[in-house]
């Protein structure tokens, strides 16, 4: 009796279609984490760019005059400018007063970032 070798052929093309599915779902997903890591690292460094350069607004004591400021809350776009609420992608919350700042990025009411910073004033005797 001879025996068709079809059946062990297709049962081969299974195994491997169901290889190949694994492997190609296990890829997509990888992607779609790394493409979320950049996402959050992008957010991430706008914001540092955004509080160290209120930071450094602060230290020149330009703060006040630099910002519109909506209750010490100053609205950023993607590229860091200063822009409305209605454009707003980032949102910086500011608390100061002589000899300390802290700022706080947030983005869609999420805190992404928070930079305090200490001023001592030197004393002269």
Same mark, same amino acid.
């Given at each position: 009796?001879?025996?068709?070798?079809? &059946?062990?052929?297709?049962?081969? +093309?299974?195994?491997?279609?169901?290889?190949?599915?694994?492997?190609?779902?296990?890829?997509?997903?990888?992607?779609?984490?790394?493409?979320?890591?950049?996402? #959050?690292?992008?957010?991430?460094?706008?914001?540092?760019?955004?509080?160290?350069?209120?930071? #450094?607004? !602060?230290?020149?004591?330009?703060?006040?005059?630099?910002?519109?400021?909506?209750?010490?809350?100053? !609205?950023?776009?993607?590229? &860091?400018?200063?822009?409305?609420?209605?454009?707003? =992608? !980032? =949102?910086?919350?500011?608390?100061?007063?002589?000899?300390?700042?802290?700022?706080?990025?947030?983005?869609?009411?999420?805190?992404? !970032?928070? +930079? #305090? *910073?200490?001023? *001592?004033?030197?004393? =002269?005797?």
């Amino acid at each position: 009796m001879k025996h068709s070798k079809t &059946g062990l052929f297709l049962m081969e +093309l299974i195994v491997g279609i169901l290889f190949f599915s694994l492997a190609s779902a296990v890829c997509i997903e990888i992607f779609a984490k790394a493409h979320l890591m950049n996402d #959050e690292s992008m957010q991430k460094s706008h914001a540092v760019k955004i509080a160290s350069n209120i930071v #450094e607004i !602060y230290k020149n004591n330009q703060l006040d005059s630099y910002f519109q400021k909506d209750n010490d809350k100053i !609205y950023f776009n993607e590229s &860091g400018q200063n822009v409305s609420l209605k454009e707003a =992608t !980032y =949102t910086a919350q500011i608390k100061h007063d002589k000899q300390k700042i802290v700022v706080t990025i947030l983005c869609d009411n999420k805190t992404i !970032y928070t +930079l #305090e *910073y200490h001023h *001592y004033q030197q004393r =002269t005797f």
